[in-house]
């Protein structure tokens, strides 16, 4: 029992094994023979591991991402932060007003005190 729950363990690691078994390519009980056998570190992993990385995702992968996205959550995201930016702006824009004293920059080509 103990086996089949290290088992487990490699297979959360390593959740792309899930999509060879959904598209009939290995069943549980091969992957499982795999792991007994040959142990996590072998070479025949190479095979059925994906090592994607982030520049090599599919159109379908891209498209599944968007699939996944909540466009209420994002909506609401933006919105908070629109506020916020427009809270900054206005603490911002009040102390700015309320200095008193505002720059006015002297002319080109004016010396001092001419």
Avoid: C
Wanted: hydrophobic share 30%; proline share 3%.
């Amino acid at each position: 029992m103990k086996d089949v729950d290290n088992f487990k363990i490699f297979v959360r690691k390593h959740p792309e094994l899930i999509s060879h078994v959904k598209s009939n390519e290995m069943t549980w009980q091969k992957f499982y023979e795999l792991w007994y056998l040959y142990g996590e570190d072998d070479n025949t992993w190479k095979e059925y591991i994906n090592t994607k990385t982030s520049t090599d995702y599919s159109f379908k992968d891209i498209i599944n991402m968007v699939k996944g996205i909540n466009l209420d959550a994002a909506q609401k995201g933006i919105g908070n932060i629109q506020k916020a930016i427009s809270l900054v702006q206005d603490i911002i824009g009040n102390k700015s007003t309320t200095t008193g004293d505002v720059y006015t920059p002297r002319p080109m080509y004016q010396h001092f005190e001419d």
